[in-house]
């Protein structure tokens, strides 16, 4: 496990309310092709940050994206619909 990862770990050990932590977490796991483990840490950022800003969209499409590489397209689909339904942009 890499440093950087040790740390993002104890931080959600400290403070599991965190998203940025699992949004992190999720950067790290993605770029390592850990895409289940990026799958759970983009869910658990996506329920902590409850639509607030932005970031739930661009957590909602690296979700997708880890979901397609885990050859899940009709959950990757899904999540890319209720991202836009929440952003409430057109998306081509």
């Known amino acids: 496990v890499y440093p950087v990862v040790q740390q993002l770990n104890e931080l959600i050990r400290l403070n599991p ?3 940025a932590n699992y949004y ?3 950067i790290i796991n993605f770029s390592q092709s850990r895409f289940e483990n990026a799958k759970e840490d983009f869910s658990k950022f996506l329920i902590l940050q409850r639509g607030i800003g932005e970031s739930p969209t661009y957590g909602s499409i690296l ?4 979901l397609q590489n885990l050859h899940q ?3 990757a689909e899904q999540t890319i619909s209720q991202a836009k339904l929440v952003a409430n942009t057109s998306w081509s």
């Open 17 to 19: 309310s965190d998203p």
């Open 24 to 26: 992190n977490r999720g």
């Open 63 to 66: 979700l997708s994206i880890t």
């Open 73 to 75: 397209t009709r959950e």
